[in-house]
């Protein structure tokens, strides 16, 4: 054997462990850590919720043979995930890359779990299933739809959130309003007025409370829910009789009662179509904060407004954005008060989830590089939860949904 032939081994491993250090960096950013994925290749659409005791769980979707799909999800424990459990499994359900199927883990230590099921033949008639589990995911209680409209038109965009008397509360998009779509309709959308709905599911499985919270909504924007110490504040995008887009609020206060919708900022984007782009909210006690994306004015804006009386009012809204964001925002309140807040902002390679500390005040902190999914649909909306004193992310990727910690933003 040549001499050479051991050296230039050395040299190529080497060479092949800084190609692998280079794409990691590219990745994510300094102190941005890969945890690996308990999701599978086939695997999309995933959501990050945070129950008793800080326990942090891990939901996504999952594409099975015979066109089923499977709603699976993992803990996080020690440096890793545990091994999946799946909540519900089914075919025929209606899954994308904005409306996607959600495990949520409430105070009392129970789940509850929603995803949807295509109702007749339109191409965007489904309905929404909830299921709870009372022993930490291993059985689940039998689906049940939260609408008892019975009408074949779209129902999605859900958001579920603990209520009085350890009931699950759900607000949602609700089409009953509408009317089919036109007769050669190139994208079979319904068209007429989307609505936003609530109902309470007991923990016998009744449903109690149903409500119309407002009966003009944009048509495809992400709701959002987070409970405050004097109730639940739901943030969603509304749509005027002139077509304005802004991000309004409702409260479910402690007498049970919703309070009248009103904007966060008056930003005033005018569009003639949904932009596919909902807001997020969180609370700790009083504090709350809520991030999302506006086109007003003609240019691309990230902001995130803050209350301190539990979502009563809110301040002016702060620019979060690094000049060019795309939106798909999350946002966490942390015990500070500051918030973090999670896009993506658009580069020349596509597009990269960032995350940056804003203060009430203000202050903003340098954005943190954690990945670089691109800006397609498929790289869905980005998610992040705090455990453990750290960020976690998780996120979709060619090879499925892939996940990772850093610390917490610096502040400026």
Known sequence: MPRHTKPRRRLTALFALLLFAAAARAQ????????????????????????????????????????????????????????????????????NWADFPTLVALPDGSLAAHWLVRRGAGAFSFDVRVARSFDGGRTWTEPLTPHRDGKEAEHGFVSMFPTAGRALGAVWLDGREQKPPAPGSAHGHAHGDMTLRYAAVSREGGLVAETLLDARVCECCQTSAAVTSEGTLVVYRDR??????DIYYTRLTASGRWTEPRPVHADGWQLDGCPINGPSVAARGRRAAVAWFTMAGGSPHLRVAFSKDAGASFGAPIEAGDGDPLGRVDVLLLEDGDAAVCWLERTEGGAEVRVRRVSASGTRGASVKVAAPGAA????????????????????????????ETGLPPVK
């Open 240 to 245: 005027s009789d002139k077509e304005i887009r």
């Open 377 to 404: 649909r498929s790289s869905g909306f980005p998610q992040m939860a705090q455990h453990r004193g750290r960020l976690v992310f998780a996120w979709t990727s060619p090879q499925g949904v892939l996940t990772a």
């Open 28 to 95: 994510g950013g300094a102190g941005v850590r890969t945890l690996p994925s308990p999701a599978g290749q086939a695997s999309g659409q995933p959501f990050l919720s945070t129950g008793r005791g800080g326990r942090l769980y891990l939901s996504w979707v999952e594409k099975l043979a015979d066109k089923r799909s499977a709603l699976r999800f993992s803990v996080r424990e020690g440096a890793g995930w545990t091994p999946p459990c799946t909540a519900a499994e089914g075919e025929n359900w209606f899954v």
